[in-house]
């Protein structure tokens, strides 16, 4: 026997082997019987007797042998092997191969898979199409309390007066040298102004930024001006050109109640500086440490030319000082020199 057939006429049994020829002839079969030569009618019932043998006779059967077989015994009814029948009648082809039945049916599952997996999904048909959600790019506001100015170059040294008000703030005046420079906050609110910064942008004439300076103001009473002297240390080959301004409140409100005045103010300049002396007096009512001093330079027309800073070490509450404010660069043609005391921020 063999899982497959090996030449012509080999046949297969009901457990799906295959044998040899001849095939014996089995319970069911239709009648198949020749007429003899001597010319008598071939029989029309079925055979009797046993089945016949296929070559090498009958499988053995249990110790004993069947019942009414010959000493192999012949197998019991029911499909026991490849000559057995089953008992009762079989429905057709029920000694066919059923592999080709059962990958159909393998085949046909895995189709109906596929299809409800495509139905549950939304196969792809598009009545419902999904579209990505779109975000808008985040949009920047300008800060409220932040304004640019502008000085004009202006002729020679000195710049023109570039203003621009933040709640009530604007610079009234400015100038520069190529060395330093100065300008004036006036406060015309109805309010003082506390706590707030101002950005200095320096450009050169090529309308580079060559650096950037921020400064911090602790106040400016309702009317009043303050003016802010810096030195310039970077270098510029091409000269300064002109400057910006702009203005950002602070994070705190308070600030104690008070003002400076300034008074005596005295210049002089030398081959290595330029320097001024002053007497500050306070009407706050607590003393102040480290309070800067501004110098803002001037030329005989008026023009601001340059500036610097300092610092006064103590202040006492409703007292005088002295203060000296030094530029290391000596500035040339001052013609007067104006001085603010500001705490900073408090």
């Known amino acids: 026997m063999s899982d497959t057939p090996q030449g012509p006429d080999w046949w297969q049994a009901s457990d799906d082997k295959w044998y040899p020829p001849p095939r014996p002839e089995m319970p069911g079969d239709p009648a198949t019987v020749t007429a003899p030569s001597s010319g008598m009618a071939a029989p029309t019932g079925p055979p ?10 009958f499988p053995p059967g249990p110790a004993g042998g069947y019942a009414g077989g010959p000493s192999g015994g012949f197998p019991p009814a029911g499909p026991q092997g490849p000559y057995g029948v089953p008992s009762g009648p079989q429905a057709p082809g029920s000694g066919q191969n059923k592999t080709p039945l059962y990958i159909a049916i393998g085949a046909v599952a895995v189709a109906l898979v596929v299809i409800i997996a495509v139905v ?6 598009n009545d419902d199409p999904t579209t990505s959600p779109t975000t808008d790019p985040p949009v920047t506001e300008a800060d409220p309390g932040t304004t640019v100015a502008t000085t004009d170059p202006g002729s020679g040294s000195g710049g ?7 709640d009530g703030l604007e610079v009234t005046d400015s100038g520069f040298s190529n060395t330093s420079y100065g300008f004036v906050i006036t406060n015309s609110a109805g309010e003082a ?142 013609a007067a020199t104006d001085v603010y005391v500001d705490q900073g921020y408090f």
Do not use: K, W
């Open 48 to 57: 009797t007797g046993p089945p016949m043998a296929p070559p090498g006779g």
């Open 160 to 166: 023109g007066t570039g203003s621009s008000a933040v």
């Open 193 to 334: 102004r506390v706590n707030f910064t101002v950005d200095v942008a320096i450009y050169d004439t090529s309308d580079t930024v060559i650096s950037n300076d921020t400064h911090t103001v602790g106040r400016i009473n309702a009317g009043e001006s303050l003016g802010i002297g810096y030195d310039i240390t970077d270098e510029v080959p091409a000269g300064v050109g002109r400057l910006e301004f702009s203005f950002e409140e602070g994070f705190e409100d308070s600030a104690p109640e008070g003002s400076f005045a300034v008074s005596e103010v005295s210049t002089q300049t030398d081959e290595y500086s330029t320097e001024t002396t002053f007497t500050v007096s306070s009407t706050y009512q607590i003393d102040l440490e480290t309070t800067y001093a501004y110098a803002i330079y001037r030329n005989s027309s008026g023009q601001i030319i340059g500036g610097t800073y300092g610092f006064v070490d103590l202040v006492p509450a409703g007292g005088q000082a002295r203060g000296t404010i030094t530029s290391f660069e000596p500035v040339e043609g001052v």
């Open 120 to 125: 549950l999904s939304g196969g792809d048909d």
